[in-house]
């Protein structure tokens, strides 16, 4: 028998590339996979330097600010420079990010839909319980539970 978790979590990442894909093939997204990957990072990060991007994905800091500047100019981000240090900026997602965002949800909410009216409230309640325990706890490895900026009033 398969992992539960295992299999769900396939049929979640599978329906969000063939729908990435299908984007991609009929125009509707002006982004590569690689850049889809960056900007949902940059995102999961909530406003990261440029640098602490580069580090979360241990790729060189030439080769995210290479991957930035595409975004920006694709208009998907936008640097903001911080108030403390002139030298330094922080990444924000933009509107355009976000209506491209929406359309990944929404299957993201039939599925949530399916399991409320699937469900008594007690297990709808227990199952998302169950799932702030896996993302707060039993996820470290990701580090998106932690606080990426050392100083949130810098922007």
């Given at each position: 028998m398969s992992n539960p978790l295992s299999e769900v979590f396939a049929k979640f990442r599978v329906h969000y590339y063939r729908?990435?894909?299908s984007r991609i093939k009929n125009r509707e997204l002006s982004l590569s996979t690689v850049e889809v990957y960056c900007v949902e990072t940059i995102y999961a990060l909530g406003s990261p330097t440029i640098n602490e991007f580069a580090n979360y994905?241990?790729?060189s800091s030439p080769n995210a600010t290479y991957k930035v500047n595409s975004l920006v100019r694709k208009g998907y981000i936008r640097k903001i420079q911080?108030?403390?240090d002139k030298r330094e900026y922080y990444l924000e997602v933009t509107d355009r990010f976000?209506?491209?965002w929406n359309l990944n949800e929404r299957y993201l909410d039939i599925v949530d839909r399916r399991l409320k009216d699937t469900l008594t409230p007690e297990e709808y309640t227990f199952f998302c319980g169950i799932l702030d325990k896996i993302?707060?706890?039993l996820m470290p490895e990701t580090g998106l539970d932690e606080e990426f900026r050392s100083d949130p009033d810098a922007v």
């Open positions: 729908d990435v894909f994905l241990r790729i911080s108030k403390r976000y209506r491209y993302s707060s706890d």
